[in-house]
Every structure is written in C-alpha cells, then in structure tokens.
C-alpha cells in the first residue's frame, strides 16, 4: 500500500482515539441548523485531522466538515469527515467512523474509513484494491435484489424536502430488508466487504463518500446517480453496490420517480 494511505490510516486511528476519549468522559452536542447535531470531539477530530494532514503533505488542499476549506494550488485534495455518524455519538449509539479520502485531478486516489469500535481499518488504493484489516475485500456475489440486505440513510438538514422514505418502503419490500445506521462511510465500507449488497443516499456530501466510493469500486462494486448518470464527487444521489444488482435496483428507482409503486403503501385505516 501506498505512503498516502499508511499516514491516512496512522491520523485516521489517532482522530479515532480522541473520538473515544471524548466518548468516555461522556459528550454533549449542539446543534448547526435544526436537527443536525455537532459535538466538541467533532471539532477536536477535525482539528487533529487537518493539523496532521498539512504536516505531512503541506501542499494539499483539504476540504474538511467542520473547518471548511484550505485550498492551495496543489492538484491533491484530503476529503475529511472527522466524525462519520454524529447523531449516533451523541447517543452512545455504537456506529460511528473517522473517513478520509484522497482525490488527485477529480479522481479519487485513496481512502480510508476506521471504525474504532469493532477496530476495522478499511482502506482503498485506485488500482490496488480495498482492505479491511490489512486483507482484501470483495463486494457480495448476491445476483438478484430478493437475496440482498442493503442500507440507506437520511441528511439532518431539510428533512421535509427528502422523498428518500418512497425509496426505503420498497427497497424494504423487494429485499431482506433496509438498514439505517446512520454513517454514510460505514454503510459504503460495508458494501466493500459484502456484509451489505447495496446503499443509496440523498443528499450526500463530499465527505461523507469520498473515501467510501473507492472502498466499494476497488472491491468490485459500481457506484452512479439514482438514475444511472455517472456520479462524480460533488454528486450528492448516490446508488454503490456490487454490481450485479446494479440494474435491478435502477429499474425500482425509476418505477419510484415515475410514482408506479410495485407494494402500495398501506393506509393508516385497520
Ligand atoms: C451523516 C451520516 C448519516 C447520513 C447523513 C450524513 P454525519 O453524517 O453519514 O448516515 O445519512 O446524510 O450527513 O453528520 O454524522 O457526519
Ligand atoms: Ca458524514
Ligand atoms: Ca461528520
């Protein structure tokens, strides 16, 4: 594995280690708009992150949740979620993962999602292939949607605008079932290594997926819009999995968007 994914994973685990310490002593939160949630380890990971980061590759860009931008010429940029699932920290919910993905001119070059809880590095390299634990990964072999478990989540922010609940009723319907666990990094890293066959998001930002994206391509999994457009960085839709259910999962979504539902929704009414 490269130099670029040996000193992610090293800041990736120490960011993880304030996360817990945080945990232990017991976290408050705040609140950055109505429903989404931020708390002190939040920034304390963010900070550590980028301090790290510019130590050792002083010429990358870094695009940061918590701290925002600091863009230089170079034609690397560090994608950084330092606290993937906040809501679930905030709770004590144990689902929760320090992301970090490396794009070089609009590709996505290397990445890294931890997990401190079950303490599962998953890494990625384009090209390479994609790792939990130092051993290769592979997405599921699951061919029909009927056989598949897979995920999804929801943004804090304009929950009323998210159509995401039309989606998550059939897909629940049509499969053994819809996760939510509530860290978009983890859903993908999961993907990668086939514990989960699919995932799907609205309203996704660069780090939440940067890193997760190239976990499940390298592991031989596909990832585009909900539509089937190509999905870049910036996309926020996204549809990953293994690829051989790829169409299938497509043909529901266009079934949703044009409004034919294959299991009516129930009524309320006994
Ligand atoms: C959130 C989680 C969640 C997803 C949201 C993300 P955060 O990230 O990944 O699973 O559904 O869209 O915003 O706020 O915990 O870093
Ligand atoms: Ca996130
Ligand atoms: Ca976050």
């Not at 031989?220 to 790829?246: C, F, K």
């Amino acid at each position: 594995m490269s130099t670029f994914i040996d000193i992610a994973q090293e800041i990736a685990r120490e960011a993880a280690g304030v996360l817990v310490s945080y945990a232990e002593r017991g976290i408050g939160y705040r609140l950055k708009g109505e429903f989404d949630l931020v708390t002190e380890a939040d920034t304390a990971s963010d900070r550590l992150i980028v301090e790290r980061l510019r130590t050792r590759f002083p010429s990358h860009s870094i695009v940061a949740e918590e701290s925002g931008k600091h863009r230089t010429a170079s034609e690397y940029c560090w994608y950084v979620d330092p606290l993937d699932g906040t809501a679930n920290f905030a709770h004590g919910f144990p689902m929760f993962c320090v992301s970090m993905g490396l794009e070089r001119a609009g590709r996505m070059i290397a990445g890294v999602v931890y997990e401190p809880g079950r303490d599962e590095m998953f890494a990625a390299e384009l090209g390479a292939g994609a790792w939990l634990n130092n051993r290769r990964i592979h997405v599921s072999g699951a061919s029909r949607l009927s056989d598949c478990l897979v995920a999804t989540g929801f943004p804090s922010r304009k929950r009323h605008h998210n159509v995401n609940v039309h989606f998550f009723y059939q897909m629940g319907m049509a499969s053994h079932g819809v996760r939510r666990a509530g860290s978009a990094a983890l859903d993908l890293a999961y993907v990668a290594c086939g514990r989960l066959d699919a995932f799907w998001e609205f309203g996704l930002n660069p780090w939440d997926l940067a890193a997760g994206v190239l976990l499940v391509t390298e592991a031989g999994g596909v990832r585009t819009g909900m539509r089937g457009e190509p999905h870049a960085l910036s996309s926020p839709d996204l549809l990953a999995d293994n690829g051989l259910i790829h169409e299938e999962i497509l043909q529901l979504f266009r079934d949703v968007f044009a409004g034919r539902y294959r299991i009516p929704v129930p009524g309320l009414e006994p």
